[in-house]
């Protein structure tokens, strides 16, 4: 199911027309501005259309934002450090009792 652009060579309008099957003719459509036999339409090539998946977006985002975000979050922990002052405080605990 085709859908085709058109647009005038003397304003610039854009319009679209919807067809069901490709072999079906299609009458150009008038200027939607109205403006008369000066305002002629010609068929155009249509934008392209990019559907991103899940993962794309996530990709696209880090690659724009990915920076500021780590400049905002600051460095990560240091895990190991937290995991020896744990073993420090851990000493002084009385024996568990079963």
Known sequence: ???????CTACGA??????????DDVRVPPCP???????????????????????????????KWGKEVDAAMGPPPDVGKYARRYEQLAKDLPPRRE
């Not at 199911?1 to 647009?7: D, F, R, S, V």
């Not at 854009?14 to 072999?23: A, D, L, Q, Y």
């Not at 109205?34 to 880090?62: N, P, Q």
């Open 1 to 7: 199911m085709p859908l085709y652009e058109y647009q």
């Open 33 to 63: 501005s109205g403006a008369g036999e000066a305002h002629r339409m010609v068929r155009v090539v249509s934008v392209f259309a990019r559907h991103l998946t899940l993962k794309d977006k996530i990709a696209e985002a880090e690659a």
């Open 14 to 23: 854009r319009t679209e027309i919807f067809v069901r099957r490709p072999t």
